[in-house]
């Protein structure tokens, strides 16, 4: 099908169907014209989906090939350079398009910016957001910008939407003061374990959508994002979190952002791909 924003680009190495019949469907954003540290990820997208190559399309642990599986790549969404607000308006109207034609898929944003999942958000209006994250992201602004990457968590939240935060270790006195007032949870990354992360999100209503900023990962895993902090959690910590949240929510979209990099096989983008395919793999086990 076609879509108003979407360019073709590199894709999944095994066969793909068309979105209207796709259980998940992939969408890049190529996104980073407010990234404040390191730059790059812009090529977040086309880094994971090459990353991919390099692994099974079996996942040992749940015994799903996810080469069978129906998935589609409709690419990645056109970017207004420099503006994070247009081009969350671009991905909040393909996402829509894509929910039109086919309402049971999964999207699964590869990015790109933090500063896109709003879009994906607005599209799908989840009751909860989970994210892993190493930041708050509740910056009413930054860099003069209300739609910078460092102020998505915030505008998901202004929009209703119950919020519970895993692997923070940086943030101000007034994101910490805004997350009390507000009732958002947040676990340390220090204090990160399972339980602490069940207890948070059993009571969260559904849907759910689940965010992760490839930053909460310990750097040693993602040396490649845009605004990298050491002390992070495992990889296994998070592929835990969801299969605790495939099981037991229900999710409506998914996505990994903040990947970034300039070289293919960035050890960054092998996280994240490895990831995609263990999320991919944990909802597959249903299918
Ligand atoms: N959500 C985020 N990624 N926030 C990161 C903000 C960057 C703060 N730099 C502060 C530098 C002060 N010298
Ligand atoms: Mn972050
Ligand atoms: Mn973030």
New binding site residues.
């Given amino acids: 099908m076609d879509f108003l924003y979407t360019y073709e680009t590199l894709k999944l190495e095994f066969p793909l169907v068309n979105p209207e019949k796709a259980a998940f469907t992939i969408l890049g954003v190529p996104f980073d014209g407010t990234t ?2 390191k730059a790059g990820a812009r090529f977040g997208p086309t880094l994971i989906r090459h990353a991919t190559l390099n692994l099974e399309s079996y996942v040992l642990d749940y015994d799903v090939d996810i080469s069978q599986l129906p998935i589609a790549d409709i690419g990645d969404v056109a970017v207004v350079a420099g503006d994070p607000r247009k081009t969350a308006d671009r991905v909040r109207e393909t996402v829509e398009e894509l929910m039109k034609a086919n309402p049971k898929t999964m999207p699964i944003l590869l990015g790109g910016e ?1 500063s896109q999942t709003l879009g994906a958000v607005e599209a799908l209006k989840p009751a909860s957001y989970v994210v892993f ?5 509740l ?1 009413d602004s ?1 860099e003069d910008n209300p739609y ?5 968590a915030r505008r998901i939240s202004e929009l209703g939407v119950k919020e519970a935060m895993f692997g923070i270790r ?2 101000t006195r007034e994101e910490v003061e805004y997350a009390e007032e507000n009732g958002i949870q947040w676990v340390h990354a220090r204090d990160y374990d399972f339980d602490a992360f069940v207890e948070l999100v059993k009571p969260l209503p559904e849907p759910v959508y689940l965010s992760i ?1 490839i ?1 909460a990962f310990d750097l040693s895993l993602v040396p490649s994002t ?2 990298p902090e050491a002390g992070g959690l495992s990889f296994w910590d998070v592929v835990e979190a969801i299969e605790w949240l495939v099981e037991k929510k229900r999710i409506v979209g998914f996505d990994i952002m ?1 990947v970034a990099g300039e070289n293919l096989g960035d050890v960054t983008a092998l996280t994240a791909a490895k990831l995609l395919f263990y999320f991919i793999g944990a909802m597959g086990r249903d299918i």
């Fill in positions: 404040s540290f933090h994250d190493a930041h708050f992201d910056r930054y910078n990457h460092a102020c998505v940086s943030g900023d930053d845009g605004t903040e």
